[in-house]
């Protein structure tokens, strides 16, 4: 399938895991992609992965950063001619343990990047290109924002925030825009190792589907949503889970 051809996909936090998988499925069908994080020889060895800069373009820098964000937008323009398609991918949880007990400081961080960036980095794409040629847009939400999650909790609250943020754009920037969200379970990345690593086999057996994800798990329903197929969904949260939320498992 080449759904995607001729669009320019912007994906953050792409260097690996999801935002890889997901910048990689959108190459195979077509698209163009730019790819962020903040390491330049980790966004560098992702290009050369997607097929080189033919297919996708690098720019590194924080994702809550309005300048890094505006300079992206400006380099997909400049080099493929669009910026049709957002992904918003980015996210952090740096603590573990009782909301009780957590650090101020990094709850402020997380609602930083997890919502408030995400959410800027919608403006600026809708200044800069989707406010005159309209677009699609998908939020990487989170499994952990649909029930409480002890342990990332105040981590599955702000994801909670970005699948309401995701709904509230979707009334405002339809019907030329579209902004839907996906809720991932564990996926086997860097960013979810702790959650798996030594004991994968045991959490794989909470999940109906008796596996963990694999990023193109996430990258092919992502496809989906960005493209025309999904043409009459908006503000939607997409569970992507292997079953295991059935089961009252996160």
């Known amino acids: 399938m080449n759904r995607f051809d001729g669009k320019t996909a912007i994906v953050t936090g792409a260097s690996r895991g999801i935002g890889l998988g997901i910048a990689q499925r959108l190459v195979d069908e077509g698209a163009q992609v730019v790819i ?18 033919a297919h996708a373009l690098a720019v590194a820098g924080r994702a809550d950063d309005a300048d890094h964000q505006a300079e992206t937008i400006a380099r997909a323009i400049d080099t493929f001619g669009s910026a049709d398609l957002l992904v918003n991918n ?20 997380i609602v930083e990047v997890n919502c408030l960036a995400a959410l800027s980095w919608v403006q ?5 290109w989707m406010h005159e040629h309209g677009g699609a847009i998908v939020n990487i939400s989170s499994v952990a924002g649909t029930k409480p999650a ?11 925030m970005l699948t309401h943020i995701t709904q509230e754009l979707a009334v405002e920037l339809g019907p030329t825009i579209r902004v839907n969200a996906v809720a991932p379970a564990v996926v086997k990345t860097k960013f979810a190792s702790a959650l798996y690593e030594g004991h994968e086999a045991e ?10 994800g694999v990023p193109e798990d996430i990258g092919g329903v992502v496809a989906f949503l960005l493209s025309q197929d999904a043409s009459w969904l908006t503000g939607q949260l997409v569970v992507v889970d292997g079953g295991v939320t059935l089961t009252g498992g996160v």
């Open 203 to 212: 959490v794989a057996e909470n999940y109906p589907l008796k596996r963990l």
């Open 36 to 53: 962020t994080a903040r390491k330049k020889e980790a966004l560098d060895e992702a290009v050369a992965t997607l097929g080189g800069p």
């Open 124 to 128: 600026q794409i809708y200044k800069g």
């Open 150 to 160: 002890p342990g990332i909790g105040f981590y599955g609250a702000s994801k909670a």
């Open 90 to 109: 980015t996210g952090i949880n740096p603590v573990f343990g009782p909301m009780v007990e957590l650090d101020l400081a990094a709850a402020r961080k």
